[in-house]
C-alpha cells in the first residue's frame, strides 16, 4: 500500500462551491502534513502545512487531520475559478538522523467552472 | 518560484546520451532534492542532498546520479538516458530540518526519443 493514498478525480465544481479534498495515510510515524497546489506546467506551490493532527486555516483555505482515521482534508470555501489546478497532498519521513523526505499523493484535478 | 531557477527548461535527447539537468538556488538552503513528475504517478524522490557533497538516494534513483560541489548548485545526470526517463523534473530546496516547507522550482520537460 502507497503511503499516501489521493483520489485523482478529476473533481469539477461550479464556482462559489465547497470543495473538500481528502488523502490518506498508512503510518503514522511522522509528523507533518501538506498541501501543495500545481497549475498547468508549473511547479507545485506550498499551500499549507499542519503538524499532527486538528485543522488550520488561511483565508478560504482549511487544512485538517484526523489521526484517528489517518485521513487529510483540504477545504475551500467560495471557490473561484483561479483555484482550478491540481493539488498534491504529502507528508514528510524521517530518512535517518534530521533528513527528511517528501511522500506526495498523486493529485487531484479539480475545475471550478464560472 | 522561491529563488529556485532550473536550466535547461526544455530537452530533446536521443537515447543512449548522457545528460545533465541544473538546479540553482539563491536561498542558501541546506536540502536540495531532485523528483520527476509522470501521470499515474504524482512526484516520485530521485535524489536528495544534506549538505556540500552529501547526498542520498530516493524512492527512483536507478540510472540517475547526482553531485552537489555548492550550496547553491545541484546537478542532476541520467549517465545514458532511456525513453522511461521522459519526464518533468522538478528541483526543490528546504532550509528545515523537518521538511515541511519544500519550495519547488519551474521544472524542466525532458524528451528522450
Known amino acids: 500500500q502507497k503511503e499516501v493514498e489521493q483520489d485523482p478525480g478529476p473533481l469539477s465544481v461550479p464556482e462559489g462551491a465547497i470543495v473538500s479534498l481528502n488523502c490518506t495515510y498508512s503510518?503514522?510515524?511522522?509528523?507533518?502534513f501538506m498541501w501543495y497546489r500545481q497549475y498547468s506546467r508549473k511547479g507545485p506551490e506550498l499551500l499549507m502545512y499542519t503538524y499532527s493532527s486538528g485543522n488550520k486555516e488561511d483565508g478560504r483555505f482549511t487544512a485538517q487531520v484526523d489521526k484517528s482515521s489517518k485521513y487529510i482534508s483540504l477545504f475551500i470555501r467560495d471557490s473561484q475559478p483561479s483555484d482550478s489546478a491540481t493539488y498534491l497532498c504529502?507528508?514528510?519521513?524521517?530518512?535517518?538522523?534530521?533528513?527528511?523526505?517528501?511522500?506526495f499523493g498523486k493529485g487531484t484535478l479539480l475545475t471550478v467552472n464560472p | 518560484d522561491a529563488g529556485i531557477t532550473q536550466s535547461p527548461r526544455h530537452k530533446v535527447t536521443e537515447t543512449g546520451t548522457p545528460v545533465t539537468l541544473r538546479c540553482h538556488q539563491t536561498?542558501?538552503?541546506?536540502?536540495m532534492y531532485w523528483y520527476r513528475q509522470d501521470p499515474g504517478h504524482g512526484l516520485r524522490l530521485i535524489h536528495y542532498?544534506?549538505?556540500?557533497?552529501?547526498?542520498d538516494k530516493g524512492e527512483v534513483s536507478d540510472g540517475y546520479s547526482v553531485s552537489r560541489s555548492k550550496t547553491e548548485d545541484f546537478l542532476l545526470t541520467l549517465e545514458s538516458a532511456t525513453s522511461s526517463q521522459t519526464s518533468v523534473y522538478f528541483c526543490a530546496i528546504s532550509a528545515a530540518t523537518s521538511g515541511e516547507t519544500q519550495y519547488f522550482g519551474p521544472g524542466t520537460r525532458l524528451l528522450v526519443l
Open positions: 504529502a507528508r514528510n519521513t524521517n530518512s535517518g538522523g534530521s533528513n527528511y523526505k517528501l511522500t
Open positions: 503510518n503514522s510515524a511522522f509528523q507533518y
Open positions: 542532498s544534506y549538505g556540500v557533497k552529501d547526498t
Open positions: 536561498e542558501n538552503h541546506r536540502y
